[in-house]
């Protein structure tokens, strides 16, 4: 299983991203799915989240700013960054809770990272 996340670059601040993560391989489901972010010298912390269920949460910074998405056909993952702030600038990765078709239970699977960097 491979996620493999995109979208990231250098935006001014005000500016907008899309990211994109896709999950690939032999995937029975996805549970789970998730962007989090991380500075150098930083905890990695959750930005949005999306359940099989359907619910959102999104960490207070970003809320109104920023929107999670799914497709879940695609086992695709995606955040919608409007009014990006120089505070943002952070590798972004995603997360998936996955089973495999050969398993019974779900484990987690983190993306490679993509880089955002928004200037003032």
Do not use: H
Request: glycine letters at 10%.
């Amino acid at each position: 299983v491979q996620l493999q996340a995109f979208g990231g670059g250098l935006v001014q601040a005000g500016g907008s991203l899309r990211l994109s993560c896709a999950a690939s391989g032999r995937i029975f489901r996805v549970n789970y799915m998730g962007w989090y972010r991380q500075d150098p010298g930083k905890q990695r912390e959750m930005v949005a989240d999306f359940t099989s269920g359907g619910s959102t949460k999104y960490a207070e910074s970003v809320k109104g700013r920023f929107s999670i998405s799914r497709d879940n056909a695609n086992n695709t993952v995606y955040l919608q960054m409007n009014s990006l702030k120089p505070e943002d600038t952070a590798v972004y990765y995603c997360k998936a809770a996955i089973r495999q078709f050969f398993s019974d239970s779900f484990r987690d699977y983190w993306g490679q990272g993509t880089e955002v960097t928004v200037s003032s």
